[in-house]
């Protein structure tokens, strides 16, 4: 089946720790994305890219760091840098023919703990 | 700066009656307008996508409609069932973000059976 699929479900990070959350998708979709959502709030950009090997900061890019490989990959990874880590994160992608006007399409996201 | 909002933050309402859940936008330069739902711990699902030229979308017992001049959507969910409760999303695709979506906080529906 054609989706998207972000891995683990649960993730832990101690003090001090880097962690990378995996986003794969196989609907050939150019461009993708990573959100981090808390409760009460909107969902707020951290990275985006458009293309392979390239990717640019969102709203609340400090403490986060991604790769672009692949088509298929966008990992995320949360640096120690990140000062309140614990949230929902949220990879998304869609095709960006015609710039604006195509659908975006969400994995089942990661929950991330400090502990 | 485009801002979305959606109100109220939270809705409870028996099974089986229609209901409304409003998005309001504050600048109308948009390429389209995308609902989502979310059930606890999970995903987006996208459930409609209007486009800036549409005035409304239908899937099945949903309808949204959009009136970019007065910033404003609606999602209409007719004959609501239990299954319809989870935490109902807008996003808007502006034209001066480089195609971002913004957000606005969403709508937790309740649908009591």
């Known amino acids: 089946d054609g989706g998207i699929t972000q891995s683990p479900k649960y993730l832990f990070r101690k003090e001090g720790q880097n962690v990378t959350l995996s986003c794969e998708q196989n609907?050939?979709?150019?461009?993708m994305y990573w959100y981090r959502q808390d409760p009460g709030q909107g969902l707020r950009l951290i990275y985006y890219s458009q293309i392979v090997n390239d990717f640019q900061k969102g709203d609340i890019a400090e403490g986060y760091s991604v790769s672009r490989e692949k088509k298929e990959s966008f990992p995320l990874t949360v640096t120690s840098a990140q000062k309140n880590p614990t949230a929902f994160y949220l990879c998304?992608?869609?095709?960006?023919?015609?710039?604006?006007?195509?659908?975006?399409?969400f994995g089942q996201g990661t929950r991330l703990t400090v502990v | 700066k485009q801002e979305v909002t959606q109100i109220p933050a939270a809705l409870s309402v028996p099974e089986g009656e229609n209901l409304v859940l409003n998005c309001s936008f504050t600048d109308s330069a948009i390429y389209n307008l995308q609902w989502f739902r979310q059930d606890p711990g999970k995903g987006l699902t996208s459930l409609l996508l209007i486009q800036s030229s549409q005035r409304e979308q239908t899937s099945g017992r949903l309808n949204a409609s959009l009136d970019k001049s007065s910033g404003r959507s609606t999602l209409y969910i007719a004959a609501s069932q239990p299954g319809d409760s989870a935490t109902y999303l807008c996003?808007?695709?502006?034209?001066?973000?480089?195609?971002?979506?913004?957000w606005g906080a969403g709508t937790k529906l309740i649908i009591k059976p």
């Open positions: 996003a808007v695709r502006t034209m001066d973000s480089n195609y971002q979506l913004i």
């Open positions: 609907l050939n979709h150019d461009a």
């Open positions: 998304a992608s869609r095709i960006t023919g015609n710039r604006g006007n195509t659908e975006a399409f």
